[in-house]
């Protein structure tokens, strides 16, 4: 196991440096890079104002733009006065100390960055992945004892619908219901918690953010659902009809005990394999729709307005954290898969 282990980590190294590499070469050829968007800026704000602000003026001045003298310091500002190789090989240097640097355009570190977002983020992916798996693993089993029966017709027809329907629809619909719309106001239609959240006492505060998280919620798990469901269903009626549980059946046990003594083991392996996955990736779950309707500023709305920015500490930092955290995750589902079943071995999983 150990040496599995060191192996697979060992092997996450060229992983995760070919995926910074090829990012960072894209990176070089997107046109209207942080130079190029201060300098429209500052272009924009010389022919509207026809004068410069005091900090400006050093860098623009009116209808004469910008110099070469300028335009090179702005170069060597971001860093672009440098070739792309010896950028990227600083930039790796300073990843391994997960030094990913300040942002362009917030004035922050990507750190504080990520970790001023991640509480929305955190949120609406803990939220989701709970109730998930708290409502699906049960519902799949149920639907599997039941398999044909009126229950699973019913409810795979509600979740399929849920499925079908686009969250951030969903999302606009709930608050036209429930947040004050045409019909009920019911719910706030924004943030995480209210304006007087600090002035509430500690049951207050706990319910004034659940109370702002209800909807954002329903619109992120409805669609959730089938999947897991399904998986559960199929995983479990392809153990019901294996030969083991007809015998277990001959023994004289209860359906009960046969469902969660012998049944249940076996058939939950495909589920806990995506869960450390699932529960890593949670923490860092950003849905820029969500986000957006709601007026949730969490990572998903940074990372696209990191995007559109050409913000690239943020873009590639982040890239390289969340790529890191799922290689470290997706080695932990094979922990827990040989944890679960002992029958598979690290040598079969690695070939």
């Given at each position: 196991m150990l040496a599995y282990i060191i192996k697979r980590l060992l092997l996450m190294i060229p992983t995760l440096f070919g995926v910074m590499l090829v990012t960072f070469a894209i990176t070089q050829f997107v046109p209207g890079g942080p130079?190029?968007?201060?300098?429209?800026?500052?272009?924009?704000?010389g022919n509207q104002v026809g004068e410069v602000s005091v900090q400006r003026e050093a860098l623009y001045r009116g209808a004469s733009g910008l110099d070469a003298e300028r335009l090179e310091e702005l170069r060597h500002l971001y860093g672009f006065d440098k070739p792309a190789p010896l950028r990227f090989i600083e930039m790796i240097g300073n990843y391994l100390t997960f030094n990913f640097g300040e942002s362009y355009f917030h004035h922050q570190t990507v750190w504080e960055l990520i970790v001023a977002k991640l509480p929305v983020s955190v949120s609406l992916g803990l939220w989701t992945f709970?109730?998930?798996?708290?409502?699906?693993?049960?519902?799949?089993?149920?639907?599997?004892?039941?398999?044909?029966?009126a229950f699973d017709i019913i409810t795979s027809t509600l979740i399929l619908i849920g499925y079908a329907i686009p969250g951030f629809v969903l999302g606009i619909?709930?608050?036209?219901?429930?947040?004050?719309?045409?019909?009920?106001?019911?719910?706030?239609?924004?943030?995480?918690?209210?304006?007087?959240?600090?002035?509430?006492?500690?049951?207050?505060?706990?319910?004034?953010?659940?109370?702002?998280?209800?909807?954002?919620?329903?619109?992120?798990?409805?669609?959730?659902?089938?999947?897991?469901?399904?998986?559960?269903?199929?995983?479990?009626?392809?153990?019901?009809?294996?030969?083991?549980?007809?015998?277990a059946r001959a023994k004289g046990l209860t359906e009960t005990q046969v469902l969660y003594k012998h049944i249940f083991r076996n058939a939950i392996i495909p589920l806990i394999t995506g869960f450390p996955a699932a529960f890593i990736g949670a923490?860092?779950?950003?849905?820029?729709?969500?986000?957006?309707i709601f007026s949730l500023d969490g990572l998903g709305l940074l990372s696209y307005e990191s995007v559109l920015k050409r913000d690239y500490p943020v873009v590639l930092g982040s890239l390289y954290l969340f790529t890191l955290l799922g290689l470290l995750a997706k080695l932990i589902t094979d922990i827990c898969y040989v944890w679960v079943d002992p029958r598979i071995q690290f040598e079969s999983i690695a070939r």
């Amino acid at each position: 196991m150990l040496a599995y282990i060191i192996k697979r980590l060992l092997l996450m190294i060229p992983t995760l440096f070919g995926v910074m590499l090829v990012t960072f070469a894209i990176t070089q050829f997107v046109p209207g890079g942080p130079v190029e968007q201060l300098v429209a800026q500052l272009q924009g704000a010389g022919n509207q104002v026809g004068e410069v602000s005091v900090q400006r003026e050093a860098l623009y001045r009116g209808a004469s733009g910008l110099d070469a003298e300028r335009l090179e310091e702005l170069r060597h500002l971001y860093g672009f006065d440098k070739p792309a190789p010896l950028r990227f090989i600083e930039m790796i240097g300073n990843y391994l100390t997960f030094n990913f640097g300040e942002s362009y355009f917030h004035h922050q570190t990507v750190w504080e960055l990520i970790v001023a977002k991640l509480p929305v983020s955190v949120s609406l992916g803990l939220w989701t992945f709970f109730i998930t798996y708290l409502i699906s693993i049960p519902l799949g089993i149920a639907k599997a004892v039941r398999d044909g029966s009126a229950f699973d017709i019913i409810t795979s027809t509600l979740i399929l619908i849920g499925y079908a329907i686009p969250g951030f629809v969903l999302g606009i619909t709930l608050l036209v219901l429930f947040g004050g719309g045409s019909f009920w106001d019911l719910f706030p239609l924004r943030g995480l918690v209210s304006d007087n959240w600090q002035e509430l006492t500690l049951a207050g505060k706990i319910g004034d953010y659940l109370w702002h998280m209800v909807l954002p919620i329903t619109a992120s798990v409805v669609g959730s659902f089938a999947v897991m469901t399904m998986l559960t269903k199929n995983s479990f009626i392809e153990e019901i009809r294996k030969q083991y549980v007809t015998t277990a059946r001959a023994k004289g046990l209860t359906e009960t005990q046969v469902l969660y003594k012998h049944i249940f083991r076996n058939a939950i392996i495909p589920l806990i394999t995506g869960f450390p996955a699932a529960f890593i990736g949670a923490f860092f779950t950003g849905s820029l729709l969500i986000e957006t309707i709601f007026s949730l500023d969490g990572l998903g709305l940074l990372s696209y307005e990191s995007v559109l920015k050409r913000d690239y500490p943020v873009v590639l930092g982040s890239l390289y954290l969340f790529t890191l955290l799922g290689l470290l995750a997706k080695l932990i589902t094979d922990i827990c898969y040989v944890w679960v079943d002992p029958r598979i071995q690290f040598e079969s999983i690695a070939r």
